[in-house]
């Protein structure tokens, strides 16, 4: 097995440090190994990548006051700023991190299996991402230049910080997902504690000195550690004002749990989903199959958005599981650097042998393999097995699986679909393949009373960044968008005052002199 010499691991990666107070601290105890599942012999054998900090709950809390001293409850330096001046630093921040793009894409490979291509684009994305966040929040900012009179008195109404913010991305996109939190977070004038995942966490080292250099002391705070050992505490201490969290919702409830003031807590969660696919009698066929490939087994079906559970009309169900199988036996599995790869090894240890046992589990109940491949597993993956037909019985109907198996029901009565969906403990997306609208328009009427997008003849996604992006149910709490996020993180704030000469004296003044960073009609270009 030969690696390109620009991808192979030359040196270890030992991040020694973390952030606080605007300033790298060294870390002088216990560290954990980061492992890579992808050898890099041709006897298998898991790759040392690097240490980085098992902080503790005593850092976890120095950490928490640097960001709480830089908030000072709404009065420090970042929240009171000009909008202008917390722009600039969001653009050095982007301009010094595009500069470790190659370094970025090279660990999002190594630590979490993510192809090439999809790793350049999960960079690449997040630069646009970032870019487009500033340009919305220009656009907010000229929105709110303005006075509102009603009723006699004379408002100006902007947005506001909320306060101090606890960020915990996820593992699947530890760069885009987790920045989908932080920078809108930041650029309203929030402080941030960040904890990277647990895979996908030293690619974020070569953005340490970014944050270093382009925020303003104790803005951005990065830690590192176990999530009941450091966010943990850091919760317990009340002093939190939002949790931003993208994982699942048993980590969600466990650290709101934490929280002395939960009546306080604001909450931007992205959480599980069950997306489903609804394979009508006059779909396509061609493009569903594509697509459904694509939504269940794109980065191994690891992705919130991934279709999770297919439904097929009896009238063309043989003929989909047929073509379906074929399909996904031809997916080339290998390397994330690899040309044409399209299954990768899975990061986490334990996941070929969980999604073992949900086969097992559902081939006791009734379902069989429909792919020759369908189950064979090494020591870092499990080839996607495609289960049909599967049952509420099952555990892969049950669970979100997260990873490369698909399940397959029959239906013959859509009725029945729905009245599941309805059912469900999630509520995210839906694809939905067909033609006739007669059918389709009363669906969608439905299905978006059900979940949050209704995908027509396509996979489910989270892009492009600018749609809202949310869940029913257990799903999610809050929007994110580009456009969204920016009001998930702060609150409608304003000046008021009553329509008389003298009132109207002082505001004149106050534009007139520019000294309030608040009281401002200012166009940012």
Known sequence: MKIPQEFQITNLLHQENYLSNGELIKWTGQTDEVYSTISSTENYKPTLLGTIPHMDKDAALEVLD?????????????????????ISCMQNFVAEMQINREEVVKYLMWEIGKSLPDSRKEFDRTVEYINDTIEDYKQLDRDSAKFFKRDGIHAHI?????????CLGPYNYPLNETFALLIPALIMGNTV??????NGVLLI?????AFKNSFPRGVVNVIYGRGREVAAPIMA??????????????????????????????????????????????ADLDLAIEECISGSLSFNGQRCTALKIIYVHEDVREEFNKRFAKKVDALKFGNPWEDGVKLTPLPETDKP?????????????GAEILNEKGGEISENYIYPAVLFPVNKKMRVYQEEQFGPVVPIKPFTDIQEILDEMAESSYGQQ???????????????????????RVNLNSSCQRG????????RKDSAVSTLSVHDALRSFSIRTFVASKDNDYNNEILQELLNSKTSNFVSTDYIL
């Not at 080292?205 to 000195?209: A, D, F, G, V, Y």
Request: overall charge positive.
């Open 66 to 86: 640097s960001a709480c001293k830089a908030y000072a409850k709404g009065q420090g330096d970042w929240p009171t700023m000009k909008v202008s001046e917390r």
């Open 158 to 166: 902007r947005r506001g910080p909320l306060g101090v913010v606890l």
């Open 193 to 198: 504690i960040f904890k990277p995942a647990k």
């Open 205 to 209: 080292s070569p953005l340490l000195e």
């Open 237 to 282: 201490a009340g002093k939190i004002d939002v949790l931003a969290l993208i994982g699942n919702s048993k980590s969600a409830i466990a650290l709101q749990d934490q929280h002395p003031y939960k009546n306080r807590l604001r909450l931007v969660l992205g959480l599980e989903a069950k997306n489903p696919a609804i394979i009508l009698p006059d």
């Open 353 to 365: 042998d969980y999604i073992k046992e949900l086969i097992d589990d559902a081939r006791e109940k």
């Open 430 to 452: 839906v694809s939905l393949f067909g033609k006739d609208i007669q059918e389709i328009a009363p669906l969608i009427d439905t299905l978006v009373n059900l979940v949050c």
């Open 464 to 471: 492009p960044d600018v749609f809202p992006f949310t869940g």
